[in-house]
């Protein structure tokens, strides 16, 4: 198995900046230096298991956000980021965003075809 590391970077990164968080405190709180933290969101350094746990702990994410581009079973993770990314919408933005979903997913399908 491969792992994609600018991937993981890549979720590190657009995880910290969701919750408002910026890199040195990330660092900070996963006891990793800033270089590396950088590094790590950057793909250019192969992250250890126990660094990314520290990572996640940080985050208060579970690993499989932090890898789920990287294991087979992905699918529950993007769920699991859809519901959130809706939680704090009010019924109308709902409404627009399941249509736009709606749309998007017979558009991607009618491209496969």
């Given at each position: 198995m491969v792992l994609d590391y600018k991937a993981i970077g890549q979720r590190i990164k657009d995880t910290r900046a969701?919750?408002?968080m910026n890199q040195e405190r990330l660092a900070e709180l996963a006891g990793l230096s800033m270089t590396h933290m950088s590094?790590?969101?950057t793909g250019n350094t192969k992250?250890?298991?126990?660094?990314l746990v520290q990572i996640a702990n940080a985050?208060?994410?579970s690993l499989d956000e932090i890898v789920c581009d990287s294991i087979q079973?992905?699918?529950?993770?993007f769920e699991n980021e859809i519901?959130?990314?809706?939680?704090d919408?009010?019924?109308q933005e709902i409404r627009v965003i399941a249509d736009t979903i709606i749309?998007?997913?017979n558009s991607l399908r009618n491209r496969t075809r």
């Amino acid at each position: 198995m491969v792992l994609d590391y600018k991937a993981i970077g890549q979720r590190i990164k657009d995880t910290r900046a969701r919750i408002g968080m910026n890199q040195e405190r990330l660092a900070e709180l996963a006891g990793l230096s800033m270089t590396h933290m950088s590094h790590i969101e950057t793909g250019n350094t192969k992250v250890s298991l126990p660094a990314l746990v520290q990572i996640a702990n940080a985050l208060n994410v579970s690993l499989d956000e932090i890898v789920c581009d990287s294991i087979q079973k992905a699918k529950t993770v993007f769920e699991n980021e859809i519901a959130r990314t809706v939680q704090d919408c009010s019924e109308q933005e709902i409404r627009v965003i399941a249509d736009t979903i709606i749309a998007l997913k017979n558009s991607l399908r009618n491209r496969t075809r």
